[in-house]
């Protein structure tokens, strides 16, 4: 996000940290809270958390949390 000019607009998702990959080791997850921090000097134009469960075709319940992020560098 350093290389992000002034007035410019990112947008991304992050892993949460309630999803089913959440313990990979070679992987980051996030909370709100670690979320805030990252993103304190940017405006943020939306910051959508998402859960969700669901069946795969074999039955099993995989569970998705990402937050989807637009920001904006001022």
Do not use: P, Y
């Amino acid at each position: 996000l350093a290389l992000l000019q002034t007035g410019g607009i990112f947008a991304f998702h992050l892993f949460g940290h309630k999803g089913q990959w959440a313990d990979k080791q070679k992987m980051t997850f996030h909370d709100k809270k670690s979320i805030n921090e990252l993103l304190k000097n940017l405006e943020v134009i939306t910051l959508k958390e998402i859960e969700n469960k669901q069946k795969t075709d074999e039955g099993h319940v995989t569970t998705d949390h990402i937050f989807q992020v637009v920001v904006r560098k001022s």
